[in-house]
C-alpha cells in the first residue's frame, strides 16, 4: 500500500499514457480546431448574426436626421406618426427620441436606431408578453437601419437595458401598434 506521505514506488512520472486517453485527447484536439475554424463561417452564416445595415453617423447629423424626421411626422396624442416606412429613433440620457411611435400591425418599417451620448439596449416587448422580447446594442456613432413588423396590434414597451447612468431606470418609451389598413 502507498502512502499518501511518500511517492508510489518505480518511475510512476514517466508512464507512456494510455491509448484510449491518447485517442481521446487527439479526438478533443481535433474537435477544437474544427470549432476554431467555425468562428469564421459563424460571423458569415446562421440567424444568430444581427440583421440590418450600419452606417457611420455623427452625433450632430443623427441629431438632424431626427429632427428632420420629426418635422416630416404627424403629431397626434397617442405619438409621432411617420411620414413613411422609415423610423428614427435615438437613445439618450435618459429618455427616447423619437418615442412614443404610433405604428400599423402587419406592415414592414426600417427602423433607424442611434444613441445621442453613450451605449444604450433598445429592449422591446409586448406589454402583456413580458418574456417576449428582442434587445439590441445601440451604440453612438453608428445609424444602425433594422427592418421590424409588429405582427399584432397593441402597445409594446421600450426599455434601456444596458446601464447608462443615474437616470437609466427611467429610460422607458412605448410603440403604439394599431390595426393596419390591409
Ligand atoms: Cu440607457
Not at 411611435?101 to 406589454?127: K, N, T
Not at 433594422?146 to 410603440?175: K, L
Request: charged share 25%; glycine share 12%; with cysteine.
Amino acid at each position: 500500500m502507498g502512502s499518501p506521505l511518500k511517492p508510489p514506488d518505480g518511475n510512476w512520472w514517466n508512464q507512456p499514457i494510455n491509448r484510449r486517453e491518447s485517442i481521446w485527447l487527439g479526438l478533443g484536439a481535433v474537435w477544437s480546431m474544427i470549432l476554431f475554424g467555425w468562428m469564421s463561417i459563424w460571423t458569415r452564416e446562421g440567424d444568430q448574426n444581427p440583421i440590418g445595415r450600419t452606417y457611420r453617423v455623427t452625433e450632430e447629423e443623427f441629431r438632424e436626421k431626427i429632427e428632420a424626421y420629426k418635422e416630416a411626422a404627424d403629431e397626434t396624442d397617442d405619438g409621432i406618426v411617420p411620414p413613411g416606412d422609415e423610423v428614427y429613433i435615438a437613445g439618450l440620457r435618459y429618455g427616447w427620441d423619437g418615442l412614443p411611435v404610433v405604428l400599423e400591425a402587419g406592415r414592414e418599417y426600417d427602423l433607424h436606431l442611434g444613441a445621442y451620448d453613450v451605449q444604450h439596449g433598445f429592449s422591446v416587448r409586448p406589454e402583456e408578453t413580458l418574456s417576449k422580447q428582442i434587445n439590441l446594442q445601440i451604440l453612438p456613432g453608428y445609424e444602425w437601419v433594422v427592418p421590424m413588423t409588429f405582427d399584432e396590434p397593441g402597445t409594446y414597451q421600450v426599455i434601456c437595458n444596458e446601464f447608462c447612468g443615474v437616470g437609466h431606470r427611467s429610460m422607458h418609451g412605448t410603440f403604439v401598434v394599431e390595426e393596419g389598413d390591409g
